[in-house]
T-cell receptor, first 111, second 110 residues
Framework: DAGVIQSPRHEVTEMGQEVTLRCKPI?????LFWYRQTMMRGLELLIY????????DSGMPEDRFSAKMPNASFSTLKIQPSEPRDSAVYFC?????????FGPGTRLTVL | AQRVTQPEKLLSVFKGAPVELKCNYS??????LFWYVQYSRQRLQLLLR??SRESIKGFTADLNKGETSFHLKKPFAQEEDSAMYYC????????????FGRGTQLTVWP
């Protein structure tokens, strides 16, 4: 089992561009979480889904951020337009019981 | 509201010394507490959960409801323990999400 898969692993873009991060959860897991990690703020929950339905998006910083989960095996986090302060590592995690399994993260740099 | 506090952002000890990473929480219900660890260049992973009352890699953590703490301890630190450690809280039956502390970066010197 490859675990939670995220792509791309690294993304460098210019301010104003659209960025799409992708996540494939572990098969059978019914919860999916998107986190952002920065030195200043640590690990922040952005949004999470249960059975593909968004449950809590209160952590999404602004309208520039959006997330979708069209099916049980795929989710996207989109930033449009991107800004330098969005530079961070973005993690996806999935869960079936009480243990969250994290992906390797996407390191986003916005110039 | 629930909150997890890790007061130390950085912690350094020498190999063989005891180590304690502090975690305090605030929650009026019955929480479930976890420690997650992130080794260099690896993904975040579960280290231990208070329900299991287990010892993983020599680490233990006891939930102290009176002091609302869940400190992580190891009697003899090893260099390979160097990592970022996150304490996390779940609101018991409504497992939905975890509430993470800001993390403590542990460095074990040789």
């Amino acid at each position: 089992d490859a675990g939670v898969i995220q792509s791309p692993r690294h993304e460098v873009t210019e301010m104003g561009q659209e960025v799409t991060l992708r996540c494939k959860p572990i098969s059978g897991h019914d919860y999916l979480f998107w986190y952002r990690q920065t030195m200043m703020r640590g690990l922040e929950l952005l949004i999470y889904f249960n059975n593909n339905v968004p449950i809590d998006d209160s952590g999404m910083p602004e309208d520039r951020f959006s997330a979708k989960m069209p099916n049980a095996s795929f989710s996207t986090l989109k930033i449009q337009p991107s800004e330098p302060r969005d530079s961070a590592v973005y993690f996806c995690a999935s869960r079936l019981t009480d243990t969250q399994y994290f992906g390797p993260g996407t390191r986003l740099t916005v110039l | 509201a629930q909150r997890v506090t890790q007061p130390e952002k950085l912690l350094s000890v020498f190999k063989g010394a005891p180590v304690e990473l502090k975690c305090n929480y605030s929650y009026s219900g019955s929480p479930e507490l976890f420690w997650y660890v992130q080794y260099s260049r690896q993904r975040l992973q579960l280290l231990l959960r208070h329900i299991s009352r287990e010892s993983i890699k020599g680490f233990t953590a006891d939930l102290n409801k009176g002091e609302t703490s869940f400190h992580l301890k190891k009697p003899f630190a090893q260099e390979e323990d160097s990592a970022m450690y996150y304490c996390a809280l779940s609101r018991g039956s409504t497992l939905g999400r975890l509430y993470f502390g800001r993390g403590t970066q542990l460095t074990v010197w040789p």
